[in-house]
Nanobody, 123 residues
């Protein structure tokens, strides 16, 4: 079983930056890809970015491409989401998730989820 523990997040002004972390525990074969998702009040959960753990192939949602960067640090078994030029519409609860066999931005591909962390972009 995979466990994901998130850290980071908080309140930031428009144009600011934040970094989210997702620490992974469990068997390496159980997490082929790691994704970041977000859910704003009254909206469905949407995929933001994902990365394959073995070769770091990445994918981004159009709304964040060029502003967000997903990366992984093997030695620490941690995946990061670096967020720059944040906008009020980025406000949401952010989740990381692991997939044993699939790669993509659809939540249905993912098996295990982190606890979620609030990101608020407001002046």
């Amino acid at each position: 079983q995979v466990q994901l523990v998130q850290s980071g997040g908080g309140l930031v002004k428009p144009g600011g930056s934040l970094r989210l972390s997702c620490a992974i525990s469990g068997y390496a074969l159980d997490y082929y890809a790691i994704g970041w998702f977000r859910q704003a009040p009254g909206k469905e959960r949407e995929g933001v970015a994902c990365i394959t753990y073995s070769d770091a192939t990445t994918m981004y949602a159009p709304s964040v491409k060029g502003r967000f960067t997903i990366s992984r640090e093997n030695a620490k078994k941690t995946v990061y989401l670096e967020m720059k030029n944040l906008k009020p519409e980025d406000t949401a609860i952010y989740y990381c998730a692991s997939s044993a066999s699939s790669y993509g931005l659809g939540p249905e591909f993912y098996d295990y989820w982190g606890q979620g962390t609030q990101v608020t972009v407001s002046s």
